[in-house]
């Protein structure tokens, strides 16, 4: 797994929300849609905060 594959992992597991990561991605589950938004930008965050940049979240 990548250094920011884990990174975001990390950032997901810390809002609290149920996660539940596989080989092709990461399920989470929220009460709300801005729950999951909200998530999912943190994670972003961290990883362009590590050096990930935007081309990183890019499939190749």
Aim: a positive charge.
């Amino acid at each position: 797994m990548s250094r920011f594959v884990r990174l975001a992992i990390d950032e997901l597991k810390k809002t609290g929300l149920k996660t539940v990561s596989g080989p092709m991605g990461t399920s989470v589950e929220a009460a709300s849609l801005n729950e999951i938004l909200n998530a999912a930008k943190a994670a972003h965050e961290a990883v362009v905060r590590a050096g990930g940049g935007e081309s990183s979240l890019r499939s190749r």
